[in-house]
């Protein structure tokens, strides 16, 4: 379906309605600053202070929607979005959602490589990247399509074998199945439509992007504060993974100075053992709302 020209300016976002996406996209719309109430009731939400409206769906529509340019962005697992073998753009991945689509099979079964599964069952609501995965291989399978609960289907002989979403395992565990291989790894990816949008569009996504990029950058760093005897400032320089140049300031009390950064939240642990031996205290870790460049 191809969209007449696009002269309107308010942009419509897809994203899930009620599922695991859910709450973490909520979040980091409200996040980015984008305020809006009543998502739980309605199927579409204007925002208050943003040229946004939301559309609620069910994650598998989601790539569709973005394709045909009903909607111009969407938020969605990877694997929905390659499931669908829908044509839109990629724009960002957004390290939530985290899973992959993996093969699984009975604890005691043979069927541990791709080779093993020739000719033999496999059930899965992802039919399009099974297929393809086998297909690439040179391996010919049967495909039993199952809408939900796939993980029982080997138990019930129905496969011998599954193709499934998997995040901790606990579920192909409980179920007596063992991930061989991984087809797959996904996460919420941020979408736009392939169709054309107007320049007003155009410019509101830059500003999202550049919002959703300092939400990330943000969610990823804390900020560090800390007080210092003025020798080891060198030292402590030299240790801190900081994006940016310390800020130091002296402080009441001679030959001290307290000193500020921005780290990486992963090196922050290692890094404050290793300050305190440098002579830092007081050490104080904040959470950042956003950071732009
Ligand atoms: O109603 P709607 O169609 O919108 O939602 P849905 O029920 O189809 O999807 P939902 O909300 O369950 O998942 C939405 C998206 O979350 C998926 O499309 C993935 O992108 C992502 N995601 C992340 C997952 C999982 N982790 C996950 N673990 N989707 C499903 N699972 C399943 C998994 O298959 C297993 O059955 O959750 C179960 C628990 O997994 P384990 O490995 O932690 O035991
Ligand atoms: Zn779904």
Known sequence: MNRSLDHTTS???????????????????????????????NLMVKT???????????????????????????????????EKNTQVTVLRGLNYGNCRLAVASPKDSALVNPSDFEGKKIATSYPYLTKRFFENQGISIEMVEISGAVEITPQLHVADAISDLVSTGGTLKANGLIERFTLLESETK?????????????????????RIDGYQTAKK?????????????????????????????????????????????????????????????????????????
Request: charge should be negative; charged fraction near 25%; hydrophobic fraction near 45%.
């Open 48 to 82: 208050r202070n943003f040229d946004v409206e939301l559309l609620l769906l069910r994650d598998d529509d989601i790539p569709e929607y973005v394709q045909d340019g009903v909607c111009d962005l969407g938020f969605v697992g990877a694997n929905e979005v390659f």
């Open 11 to 41: 942009l419509r976002i897809a994203i899930q309605k009620s599922g695991r996406l859910t709450d973490k996209t909520i979040d980091l719309l409200h996040g980015i600053g984008i305020e809006f109430d009543n998502y739980k009731r």
């Open 190 to 210: 941020l979408i736009q439509t392939q169709q054309a949008l107007s320049e007003g569009k155009q410019q509101l996504i830059q500003k999202f992007l550049q």
């Open 221 to 293: 760093s804390r900020y560090i504060l800390m007080n210092a005897p003025l020798d080891s400032v060198e030292t402590i320089k030299a240790l801190l993974p900081s994006m940016k140049s310390p800020t130091i300031m002296p402080l009441a009390e001679t030959e001290m100075v307290a000193i500020h950064s921005v780290i990486p939240f992963d090196q922050f642990w290692d890094v404050m053992e290793q300050l305190q031996d440098a002579g830092a205290s007081d050490i104080v870790m904040l959470p950042i709302e956003s950071m732009i460049a």
